[in-house]
């Protein structure tokens, strides 16, 4: 079982930055994939990043591809998603995962373990 707790959210005027950070409670939180999810209003959840169990390898949805980073201290059991230029479009609640395997990273019924969300708000 992996308990994941996200923190960091806000809100932030365009163009500003925020950090999210992803606490886990598995001991073995060095061999999961994770990933960050975001869900807005009336829409569907959607992939932003992913990263490996090493954080060697990472992907981005095209929308927040040269914006967004995601990385993983394993020593602290922690990802994180550093988030620069928002855009109003970027506000949603944000969910960190956790899935054991790496593949079919962009589809959240492959993931095993969830956070409870935070919020990020953008304003134009």
């Known amino acids: 079982q992996v308990q994941l707790v996200e923190s960091g959210g806000g809100l932030v005027q365009a163009g500003g930055s925020l950090r999210l950070s992803c606490a886990a409670s598995?001991?073995?939180?060095?061999?999961?994939?994770l990933g960050w999810f975001r869900q807005a209003p009336g829409k569907q959840r959607e992939f932003v990043a992913a990263?490996?169990?090493?954080?060697?390898?990472?992907d981005y949805a095209d929308s927040v591809k040269g914006r967004f980073t995601i990385s993983r201290d394993n020593a602290k059991n922690t990802l994180y998603l550093q988030m620069n230029s928002l855009k109003p479009e970027d506000t949603a609640v944000y969910y960190c995962?956790?899935?054991?395997?790496?593949?079919?990273?962009?589809?959240?019924?492959?993931?095993?373990?969830w956070g409870q969300g935070a919020q990020v708000t953008v304003s134009s």
């Open positions: 990263i490996n169990w090493s954080g060697s390898i990472t």
């Open positions: 995962a956790a899935k054991v395997g790496s593949s079919g990273v962009y589809y959240p019924t492959n993931y095993n373990y």
């Open positions: 598995a001991r073995t939180f060095s061999s999961y994939v």
